[in-house]
């Protein structure tokens, strides 16, 4: 693994809702306006999840891009979004958007302010991407290893860091046992929330 990184929620910040347990009671009273973007597989399993963790109903709509998602949050095409960092923060720092909570279990250093979605009321969503290398099952072991080591001397380098944490990316840089061990965990963790939600393999 190279890094990890939470995922966040947001509205648009004229919505009016300024609180996850807001947004809860505004899908309630208003289901046939509540919707939500979403670019790829993770994005909607993390939405479905909420629905699933808070009893919403918040329906599908797809965008091909998290940077898309977020804008169509801004023209008040959805409700909501659960994104990236990237495309976010600055839509954040203009104040068109209004993030209510992190996907993650404690608070980030990059946003301080923003509360954890268990803080904020759902508790269940902790929700972590990630990103790292891959190679063909049958690679050599001593190929394996060397890349295992090259990587893990880049990721601490600090320039490295410096570059990662520009993209809101927490350096990892764990072995390929403990690689295996997140990847099996995440397979099980969001083919529940798949088939609870009835969601297809249809991105492409």
């Given at each position: 693994m190279i890094g990890s990184f939470p995922l966040m929620l947001v509205v648009n910040a004229s919505l009016g809702v300024k609180s996850v347990k807001e947004l809860?009671?505004?899908?309630?009273?208003r289901p046939e306006r509540s919707n939500y973007a979403s670019s790829a597989a993770p994005f909607q399993l993390a939405s479905e999840l909420f629905n699933q963790k808070t009893g919403t109903r918040f329906a599908h709509i797809p965008y091909?891009?998290?940077g898309e998602s977020v804008n169509a949050v801004i023209a008040g095409q959805v409700t909501m979004t659960i994104a990236d960092p990237p495309p976010v923060v600055g839509q954040l720092k203009a104040g068109r958007i209004r993030a209510l909570a992190l996907t993650s279990a404690a608070r980030h250093s990059a946003w301080p302010d923003v509360p954890t979605m268990?803080?904020?009321g759902?508790?269940?969503m902790d929700v972590v991407l990630w990103t790292g290398f891959h190679a063909?099952?049958?690679t050599p072991a001593p190929i394996v290893?060397?890349?295992?080591?090259?990587?893990a001397r880049i990721i601490r380098l600090p320039d490295t860091h410096e570059r990662l944490a520009g993209m809101a990316i927490d350096p990892a840089g764990s072995t390929p046992?403990?690689?295996r061990r997140v990847i099996a965990r995440d397979i099980e963790k969001w083919t529940a929330v798949a088939r609870a939600a009835n969601i297809k393999a249809d991105y492409q």
């Open positions: 809860i009671e505004y899908a309630r009273t091909k891009s998290s268990a803080e904020a759902a508790p269940g063909p099952a049958k290893r060397k890349l295992r080591d090259e990587v046992e403990e690689f």
